[in-house]
C-alpha cells in the first residue's frame, strides 16, 4: 500500500520561499515517478514538476526557474523547493506517485502568498 503525506505548506508574503516535503511509503523512486501538482480554489488540479523514475525532471512553464524538484532516495522523500513565490501560486499542493499499473495521491498542504 502506497501512503503520500505532505508537509512543509503555510502562508508567506510573495517573493518568500518554502520547502515542500512528500513521506513516501510503500513507493520505491526506482519503480515510481514522482510528482507535484496544485489546485487553486476554483481551478483544476494542474501539473508543478515530476521526477522520473531515472532522475530526468520536469516543470510547468508557470514555475520553471524557481521551483526546484529533488528526492531523498534513503529517506524515501521528495522535496519541493520554492522561490520568489507569487500570489498565484496559492493552491493545495499534492503529491503524486506513479507506479506501474496505480497512481497515488497524497492529502495535500496549502500554501498560501500574500501580496
Known amino acids: 500500500q502506497v501512503q503520500l503525506v505532505e508537509s512543509g505548506g503555510g502562508s508567506v508574503q510573495a517573493g518568500g520561499s518554502l520547502k515542500l516535503s512528500c513521506a513516501a511509503s510503500?513507493?520505491?523512486?526506482?519503480?515510481?515517478?514522482m510528482g507535484w501538482y496544485r489546485q487553486a480554489p476554483g481551478k483544476e488540479r494542474e501539473f508543478v514538476s515530476i521526477?522520473?523514475?531515472?532522475?530526468?525532471?520536469g516543470y510547468a512553464d508557470s514555475v520553471e526557474g524557481r521551483f526546484t524538484v529533488s528526492q531523498d532516495n534513503a529517506k524515501n522523500t521528495l522535496y519541493l523547493e520554492m522561490n520568489n513565490l507569487k500570489t498565484e501560486d496559492t493552491a493545495v499542493y499534492y503529491c503524486?506517485?506513479?507506479?506501474?499499473?496505480?497512481?497515488?495521491w497524497g492529502q495535500g498542504t496549502q500554501v498560501t502568498v500574500s501580496s
Open positions: 521526477v522520473s523514475v531515472i532522475g530526468t525532471t
Open positions: 503524486a506517485a506513479h507506479c506501474p499499473g496505480s497512481s497515488y
Open positions: 510503500g513507493a520505491t523512486f526506482s519503480r515510481c515517478g
